[in-house]
């Protein structure tokens, strides 16, 4: 059973930094592309970032080019899924998520938080 875990959310002052990982069980080799987005309330979720496994192409969202980097690593049996934020502006509070497609599904993580605040 495919499992998505988040960690690294937090509180940051504008122009700081944070790094958000996700660890993602059973997608070793069925996933198609892994991705982060994000929400926040009374707004739908948005694409961040994408990683594409044909290439580990990327794709980001224009809000975030040049700050943001979307990474992956295997590790044994897990995939790990990373997003590098930098120059983190007050726009980028939200609730992030970690989305993996596979060859038969689409699966969520519960999401961390990112509050961006002087």
């Known amino acids: 059973q495919v499992q998505l875990v988040e960690s690294g959310g937090g509180l940051v002052q504008p122009g700081g930094s944070l790094r958000l990982s996700c660890v993602a069980s059973?997608?070793?080799?069925?996933?198609?592309?892994m991705s982060w987005y994000r929400q926040v309330p009374g707004k739908e979720r948005e694409l961040v970032a994408q990683?594409?496994?044909?290439?580990?192409?990327?794709?980001?969202a224009d809000s975030v080019k040049g700050r943001f980097t979307i990474s992956r690593i295997r590790n044994n049996v897990k995939e790990m899924l990373y997003l590098q934020m930098n120059n983190l502006k007050l726009e980028d509070t939200a609730m992030y998520y970690c989305y993996v497609r596979t060859l038969s599904d689409t699966n969520w993580g519960q999401g961390t938080q990112v509050t961006v605040s002087s």
């Open positions: 990683i594409r496994r044909v290439g580990d192409t990327t794709t980001y």
């Open positions: 059973e997608v070793t080799f069925t996933w198609r592309d």
